[in-house]
C-alpha cells in the first residue's frame, strides 16, 4: 500500500516545553492508523503538527500530494482533514450552514453538488439531519462531535486525522462513531486516529503507535501491539469501551517508568469476558 | 421652523447621513469578521480626498510615503516571519501583498499622474493608493493579536488612528481640502436643489449595504469570512485562513474608505484629522445595529446625519455635543435588547 | 527581612520625594508635578483596567469634570478650593455612574467606546459654554489655602500633589488587598465567580468605574488650583489615551506601573518634542506616531506592561508571606436535621428555542447525604445544575430550598440561602493567591466595604476571613500552597480550592460539578474522603460525575437522566439494575 503520511522526526516544542521528540510515523492508504497514549503524551501536538497549525521541526511529507505540505490550506486543498479534539464548530451558525462550510474548497470543483453531499452525511448521521436548521452551539456534546465529523466528511476527505473523537461521550455516541469509523474504513478511506480509548482504537486499526512523553514508545500491526505485554498492563486493562468511568478511561496522567507500571494498570478489569460485545455493560449488574 | 427649512434641513441629513452609512457598513463588515472595532476607517476617508486633492493641485501625495513606509515594514515583519518558518508560500504572498503590489502603486503614482491627467485617472490612482492600505494597516497593527479579546483591538485601533494622523498632519499639512465635484450640475426635484454628488453617496451607500447584506446572507464565501471570526482554527480546518479573511476585510474596508473620500470630497472641507469624528459618527450608526446588522447599522446612520442636520440648526455649536450624547440612549436600548448573559456551553 | 525593608521602600521613597524641591529646577518641578497629577489618573486606571478589565477612552473628561467644577465653583462663586474639591468629585462620581449604569451590563468595547462619546461631548461642552469661558477657559483661580497659608509656589503645588498621589496610592493598595478588592480583582475573569458567591458583579465594576473616575476628578482639581487655570485642552480625547497609553505602558496591573508609565511618557514626551522639533519644524506631531508604534508593540509583546518586566528582575527571590493561622469560624446557619430536603424542585423544565433541555424533573436533596447525577452528555446535568445555581431562569416548575419557595432565582441570592458551587471547567483568579480565592467565598461573611477599607477598619474582619480560609485550604490539604498564585497550580489542586471556595462561602447544599474530573487515582481517594466527612457533617452534597464508578461509590442515591429527563432515582444498587438506565446510558440492547 502506497505511504500517504510520512513523518520523519518530528519534533514540537512550546516555549520550554518538549511536546513531541524526533517522533517519525507513517500512514498508509486505506488502513486506519491508530496513536494511542495517556494525557500529555503530545498526541494532539502531533496530529495539529500534521495540519501544520503549530510550528514543528522535522519533516511532513505527504508523499501522493507534495503540495500539501505547504500550508494548512493546501492540506485541506489536497482533502487532508483534521477533526480537532475542541470540535471547533462555528457556534452561532446553523448546523447546515457548518455543513455546507466543510465542502468550502471544493465548491468551484468540476461537478461538485452541495445537496448530494449534504445527502450523504445525512445518512451517516440521521441526527444532524433532524437538527439542520438548529445553531451549531445548541447541540449536545455528541451531536456536536458527530457534527465535526460531519464537516469534515462533507470534504470527501481523502486522509482523515481524528484527535479524541470519543472524549467525554456517552458509550452510545461512541459506538457510533466509531461505527462511522469502520464505514469510511470499509470505503477506502486513510485514518489517522487519536484515541485514549485504546481497545476500541486498536479494534479498528490496522497499525499503531503508542506514544508517551513525546516519544514513540512502540509500534507494529495493531495486533501485535493489543497482544503485547505492557500494552495490555498500561491501556488495555483499563481501556473498556463501556466501562465504568464513561467511554474514555482515564489513564494515570503521567506513567512513571513507561509502560509497564501505573496506579490503576494493575486492576483486573471487571468485565473482562465479554469481549464479543461490541459495548458492553459497565456495572455488569445486568449480565 | 417652515417646511422648507425642514426640507432643506432632511435632505442635509440624509447627504450627511449617506456618509455615515458607508462608514457604519464598513465598520459591521470589518467587525463581524475579525472583531475589531475599525476606528482608522474615517482617516482613510480623509486620506482618500487629501490624495485625490494632492494629484489636483500637481503635487505628490504623501500617501505615497506613508504607503512605502508601511509597506516596507510590513514587508520586514511578514517576511522574516515566513523566511523563519522557511514558509516558502508566506515569503511569496508577503512578497507579493507588501512588495510588488505597493511598489507598483508607487511608482505609478510618482510618475504616471501628471497635473492635466483626466480625473478618472487620478481617482483610479487614489483608490489605488488607499485600497492598499488597508491590508498593511491589518498586517501591522492587528494580525499578530487577531485572537486577542474585542477590547485590546480595540485598544489597538485607537493608536493606530493616532499614527495615522499624527503621520496625515506630517504630509499632508493642517490645510484642509475640497477637491472639485465631478458629476456635473446639481438635479432640481420641485423645491429641492440636490446635488449629483449627494445622489452618488446615497446611491452607493444603498447599493453597499444591499450587496454586504445579501453577500453575508446568502453565499458561501460570506460565511467563510464570519466562520474566521467565530473559530479562527475552525476556519483553517475548512481550509479558509482567519489572516487572509481579515486582509479581505480590511481590503474591502480600505476599497469603501478611498471610493468614499473621493464621494464626499467635493461635499465637505476635510482636513487630516477629520475622519476621528467622521469614524465615530458611523460607529454610533453600527452600534444601532449591534455592529451585526447590515440594514440596522444604515438605519442608524442616517439617523445620526438627521439628528446632526437639525442639531445644527438650533444649536450649532453643541452639534457634536448632541450626536455624541445620542449615543447614550443608543446603547441603554442595546443593553436591553441584548443583555449581557455569561451561558456556559455543556 | 526582605519584606519588611520592601514594605517600608514606599515611605523612604516618599521622604526623598519630599525633598526634590531642594534639589530640582523650578521647570523640572513643574514636569515632576505634572507627572504626579497624570499617576493619580492612571492609579484609578490601573483600579479600572487592569484590575477590573474595563477600558475608559473619556478619562481626561472626568479630570475636566473635577478643574471645571472647582474652577468655577471658586471664581464665579467665590467659594472654597475645598468646598470646589467635594464638588468636583460629587459631579465625577454622578457622572461617571449615570454612563456606568447604561454600560456596565455590555461587553467591554461598549463602555469604552461610551467614554469616548463622553470625552467628545465633554470638551465640546465646555469650549461652547459661555458661563466656563469658551475655548479661552477660566482664569485667576484661587491657590488652595491650608489654615492661612495659600499654596502658591511651585514647591508649595509640588508637596500638595505629592501628598495627594501618595495618599492615592495607599488606599488604592488597601482596597485591593481587602474584600470589596478580591470581588474587583475577580472581575476581570467576568462576572460569574463574584454572582456566584453572594457579590453583585455588575455593582463592584461600577464601583471600579466610579472610582477611577473620582481618582481622576481629584486630578484635576489639583491641576486647576496648582495651574490657576483650566481650559478645554488638555480634557480631549488626545489627553486620555495618553493616559491609557501610560497606564498599560507601565503595566495596568498594580499601582506601581501607573507611576512608571505616568513618568516615563511624560519625560519621553518632553524629550522627543525637543528632539524631532528642529528636524520636522514646530507643529510636528510625530511624537505621536512613536507613541502610537509603542502602544502597538506593547500590546503585541508585553500586554501586562513595563512594571512586571521590571518586578521579574527584582522580586524572583521575594519570599512569600507568612502563613496566616487558620481559623475555624461557626456557622452562621442553623443546619437542617438530617435526613430533611434542602433542595426540592418539582416538575423544573428549561427549552432553549426548540430543544427541551431539562424536561419535567423532580427530585430532592437531603441533609447529610450525597446525590449523585449521572447521564450521558447532553442528558441536560449541566442545565439542570445551572437551574439550581440560579445561573439559568427555569422555563416552568417548583423550586423551594429549606422550605421556602423559590419564585425566580439568581446566582447571588442562592449562595446567601446557603448554596455553594464549583465549576465544571474551573473558574479562579488565576493571578490572586489560592488563599485569597478562598476568601472569595467568604466574601458574603464579611461586611466590609470600600469606606471601612478605605479607612482600615476591616483588620479585625480580614483576620478572621483569611484565617477561615486558611482553614479550609488545610482541610482540602493544601494549607502550604495558601500564597501560591492559583493559576499556577496543577488542575487536581485548583479543583480542591474551588472546593474549599465553595465551603467558605458556609453552605448547607454543596453543588459539585464533575469534580473528580482530571483527577490522578489518589488525589480521587482523597476528595471522596474529603467528601464523606463533608457528609458527616450533615452538609447535602449534589454531585454531578461522568465517572460512575467514583459516584457510585459515593453517593447515597443516584439520579440518572437521559434526553433532559429523570429516567431513574434510587439506591445505587437499584439504579444500577435499571434496564433503561442501562439502555440510554449504557447502549445495551435490552
Keep these: 500500500m502506497s505511504i500517504l503520511l510520512d513523518l ?54 505527504f508523499p501522493l500530494w507534495p503540495k500539501a505540505a505547504l500550508s494548512t490550506g493546501a492540506r485541506v486543498r489536497a482533502r487532508i482533514c483534521l477533526v480537532p479534539e475542541t470540535r471547533d464548530l462555528f457556534g452561532p451558525m446553523t448546523v447546515l450552514d457548518n455543513l455546507r462550510l466543510g465542502a468550502f474548497v471544493a465548491r468551484s470543483e468540476r461537478g461538485f453538488d452541495m445537496e448530494a453531499r449534504l445527502a450523504e452525511v445525512a445518512r451517516l448521521f440521521p441526527r444532524l439531519d433532524e437538527r439542520r436548521h438548529q445553531q451549531a452551539q445548541t447541540l449536545s456534546g455528541g451531536e456536536r462531535q458527530m457534527l465535526a465529523l460531519g464537516r469534515a466528511l462533507m470534504l470527501r476527505p481523502r486522509f482523515l486525522m481524528l484527535d479524541e473523537p470519543s472524549l467525554g461521550l456517552a458509550p452510545l455516541v461512541v459506538a457510533e462513531i466509531f461505527r462511522v469509523i469502520e464505514q469510511l474504513k470499509r470505503d477506502g478511506v486513510a485514518i489517522l486516529l487519536i484515541e485514549q480509548n485504546a481497545r476500541a482504537a486498536l479494534r479498528v486499526a490496522d497499525h499503531a503507535y503508542v506514544l508517551e512523553g513525546g516519544e514513540v514508545q512502540l509500534q507494529g500491526s495493531a495486533a501485535t501491539v493489543m497482544a503485547d505485554a505492557r500494552v495490555v498492563g498500561a491501556y488495555l486493562g483499563m481501556g473498556r469501551t463501556g466501562g465504568a468511568q464513561g467511554p474514555v478511561a482515564e489513564p494515570p496522567e503521567r506513567i512513571e517508568g513507561g509502560l509497564a507500571s501505573g496506579s490503576e494498570a494493575s486492576r483486573p478489569a471487571r468485565d473482562a469476558g465479554v469481549h464479543h460485545a461490541r459495548t458492553r455493560p459497565a456495572i455488569g449488574a445486568a449480565s | 421652523m417652515t417646511f422648507d427649512i425642514a426640507a432643506v434641513l432632511f435632505q442635509d441629513g440624509v447627504a450627511n447621513g449617506a456618509v455615515y452609512v458607508l462608514l457604519a457598513t464598513v465598520l459591521v463588515l470589518v467587525f463581524t469578521v475579525t472583531r475589531i472595532v475599525f476606528v482608522p476607517q474615517g482617516d482613510l476617508i480623509a486620506f482618500s480626498a487629501l ?40 515569503l511569496a504572498s508577503a512578497a507579493l501583498w507588501f512588495g510588488a503590489v505597493p511598489a507598483a502603486i508607487v511608482l505609478t503614482a510618482l510618475f504616471l499622474v501628471p497635473k492635466e491627467a483626466p480625473l478618472l485617472w487620478k481617482m483610479a490612482v487614489t483608490c489605488a493608493l488607499i485600497t492598499c492600505l488597508g491590508p498593511i494597516l491589518y498586517r501591522l497593527v492587528f494580525e499578530p493579536i487577531a485572537a486577542a479579546s474585542p477590547l485590546v483591538l480595540l485598544i489597538a485601533a485607537v493608536a493606530a488612528h493616532f499614527g495615522l494622523s499624527s503621520i496625515g498632519l506630517h504630509v499632508f499639512g493642517a490645510e484642509g481640502v475640497r477637491t472639485p465635484g465631478f458629476a456635473g450640475p446639481p438635479l432640481v426635484v420641485g423645491d429641492l436643489v440636490v446635488t449629483r454628488q449627494t445622489v452618488g453617496v446615497i446611491a452607493s451607500s444603498l447599493v453597499l449595504v444591499g450587496l454586504l447584506s445579501l453577500f453575508f446572507r446568502r453565499s458561501l464565501s460570506g460565511k467563510a469570512l464570519l466562520a474566521a471570526a467565530h473559530n479562527r482554527r475552525g476556519a483553517e480546518l475548512i481550509g479558509v485562513s482567519a489572516t487572509a479573511a481579515g486582509r479581505t476585510a480590511f481590503i474591502v474596508a480600505g476599497l469603501i474608505g478611498a471610493i468614499s473620500g473621493i464621494l464626499i470630497g467635493p461635499m465637505t472641507t476635510l482636513y487630516y484629522d477629520s475622519g476621528f469624528i467622521l469614524g465615530l459618527k458611523g460607529f454610533v450608526g453600527a452600534i444601532v445595529g449591534a455592529l451585526a446588522i447590515y440594514p440596522l447599522a444604515a438605519l442608524g446612520a442616517l439617523l445620526v446625519g438627521l439628528v446632526e442636520a437639525f442639531a445644527s440648526f438650533w444649536a450649532s455649536a453643541y452639534r457634536d455635543v448632541i450626536v455624541f450624547t445620542l449615543i447614550t440612549p443608543v446603547l441603554f436600548w442595546r443593553s436591553l435588547a441584548s443583555p449581557h448573559v455569561e451561558e456556559e456551553a455543556e | 527581612m526582605m519584606r519588611r525593608i520592601l514594605a517600608w521602600a514606599p515611605l523612604g521613597a516618599l521622604a526623598v520625594a519630599a525633598m526634590a524641591p531642594l534639589l530640582l529646577t523650578p521647570y523640572q518641578l513643574t514636569v515632576a508635578t505634572y507627572i504626579m497629577l497624570a499617576a493619580i489618573v492612571c492609579t484609578g486606571l490601573v483600579l479600572m483596567t487592569g484590575v477590573a478589565g474595563m477600558v475608559s477612552f473619556g478619562q481626561a473628561a472626568f479630570v475636566g469634570v473635577g478643574a471645571y467644577v472647582t474652577a468655577a465653583l471658586s471664581t ?28 456596565v451590563r455590555m461587553s467591554g468595547h461598549y463602555l469604552a467606546l461610551a467614554t469616548l462619546c463622553f470625552c467628545i461631548s465633554f470638551y465640546f461642552l465646555v469650549g461652547n459654554a459661555e458661563l466656563l469661558g469658551r475655548f479661552n477657559g477660566i482664569t485667576g483661580i484661587p491657590p488652595v489655602t491650608v489654615g492661612a497659608i495659600a499654596l502658591r509656589s511651585e514647591a508649595a503645588g509640588f508637596a500638595l500633589v505629592l501628598g495627594a498621589l501618595a495618599l492615592v496610592i495607599w488606599w488604592t493598595r488597601r482596597l485591593l488587598a481587602s474584600r470589596t478588592g478580591r470581588v474587583l480583582r475577580s472581575l476581570r475573569t467576568g462576572t460569574v465567580i463574584a454572582e456566584s458567591f453572594g457579590v453583585d458583579g455588575q455593582r463592584h465594576r461600577l464601583i471600579a468605574f466610579v472610582a477611577a473616575a473620582v481618582t481622576a476628578a481629584l486630578s484635576g482639581w489639583l491641576y486647576a488650583h496648582v495651574q490657576r487655570f483650566v481650559n478645554p485642552t488638555p480634557f480631549g480625547v488626545p489627553a486620555s489615551i495618553d493616559y491609557l497609553f501610560m497606564t498599560v505602558i507601565g503595566g495596568s496591573g498594580q499601582v506601581w506601573g501607573a507611576l512608571l508609565g505616568a513618568a516615563l511618557v511624560t519625560t519621553a514626551k518632553q524629550e522627543l518634542q525637543g528632539l524631532l522639533q528642529p528636524v520636522f519644524g514646530a507643529t510636528t506631531r510625530l511624537d505621536m506616531l512613536v507613541f502610537a508604534a509603542l502602544m502597538i508593540v506593547m500590546l503585541h509583546r508585553a ?69 449523585g447525577v449521572l447521564g450521558p452528555n447532553g442528558a441536560g446535568k449541566s442545565t439542570l445544575f445551572n437551574l439550581i445555581s440560579g445561573t439559568l431562569p427555569r422555563s416552568s416548575g417548583e423550586l423551594s430550598f429549606l422550605g421556602q419557595p423559590l419564585a425566580s432565582v439568581g446566582a447571588r441570592d442562592m449562595c446567601r440561602r446557603g448554596l455553594a458551587r464549583t465549576f465544571q471547567h474551573v473558574k479562579l483568579v488565576p493571578d490572586m493567591s489560592a488563599l485569597e480565592n478562598v476568601a472569595m467565598g467568604a466574601t458574603q461573611r464579611g461586611h466590609c466595604g470600600l469606606a471601612a477599607a478605605s479607612l482600615g477598619l476591616d483588620r479585625a474582619e480580614e483576620r478572621r476571613l483569611l484565617g477561615w480560609s486558611q482553614h479550609l485550604l488545610a482541610r482540602v490539604g493544601l494549607a502550604d500552597k495558601a500564597w501560591e498564585a492559583a493559576g499556577s497550580l496543577p488542575l487536581g489542586h485548583q479543583r480542591l480550592v474551588e472546593i474549599a471556595r465553595a465551603l467558605a462561602a458556609d453552605p448547607v447544599l454543596l453543588l459539585l460539578d464533575e469534580p473528580a474530573a482530571g483527577l490522578r487515582a489518589n488525589e480521587k481517594t482523597d476528595l471522596a474522603r474529603l467528601l464523606l466527612e463533608l457528609r458527616a457533617d450533615g452538609l447535602a452534597i449534589l454531585l454531578v460525575e461522568h465517572d460512575m464508578e467514583f459516584v457510585s461509590e459515593l453517593a447515597d442515591r443516584l439520579m440518572v437522566m437521559n434526553f433532559g429527563r429523570l429516567i431513574a432515582c434510587g439506591q445505587p444498587g437499584e439504579v444500577r439494575a435499571n434496564v433503561e438506565v442501562q439502555e440510554a446510558y449504557l447502549g445495551v440492547a435490552a
Design chain 1, 8 to 61: 520523519e522526526r518530528l519534533s514540537v516544542r512550546y516555549n520550554r516545553l518538549t511536546a513531541l521528540s524526533d517522533v517519525s510515523l507513517e500512514a498508509r492508504a486505506g488502513e486506519v492508523t491508530t496513536v494511542i497514549g495517556p494525557n500529555g503524551a503530545g498526541k494532539t501536538s502531533l496530529v495539529n503538527a500534521v495540519m501544520g497549525l503549530i510550528p514543528s521541526r522535522g519533516r511532513v511529507t
Design chain 2, 51 to 90: 490624495t485625490l486633492a494632492a494629484f489636483e493641485a500637481g503635487h505628490t501625495p504623501g500617501t505615497v510615503w506613508i504607503l512605502a513606509l508601511g509597506a516596507a515594514l510590513a514587508l520586514i515583519l511578514a517576511g522574516g516571519k515566513a523566511a523563519g518558518e522557511r514558509n516558502l508560500a508566506g
Design chain 3, 303 to 371: 500586554r501586562r506592561g513595563l512594571w512586571p518586566l521590571l518586578q521579574g528582575l527584582i522580586s524572583l527571590h521575594l519570599p512569600a508571606p507568612p502563613i496566616v493561622a487558620g481559623i475555624d469560624l461557626p456557622s452562621g446557619r442553623a443546619r437542617p436535621t438530617p435526613g430533611l430536603p434542602v433542595l426540592a424542585a418539582s416538575h423544573m423544565r428549561r427549552s432553549f428555542g426548540g430543544l427541551v433541555a431539562v424536561d419535567d424533573v423532580s427530585f430532592d436533596v437531603r441533609a447529610g447525604e450525597i446525590l
Design chain 3, 76 to 103: 464665579t462663586f467665590a467659594l472654597s478650593p475645598w468646598i470646589g474639591l467635594v464638588a468636583a468629585i460629587a459631579s465625577a462620581a454622578v457622572l461617571a455612574a449615570l454612563i456606568g449604569l447604561i454600560t
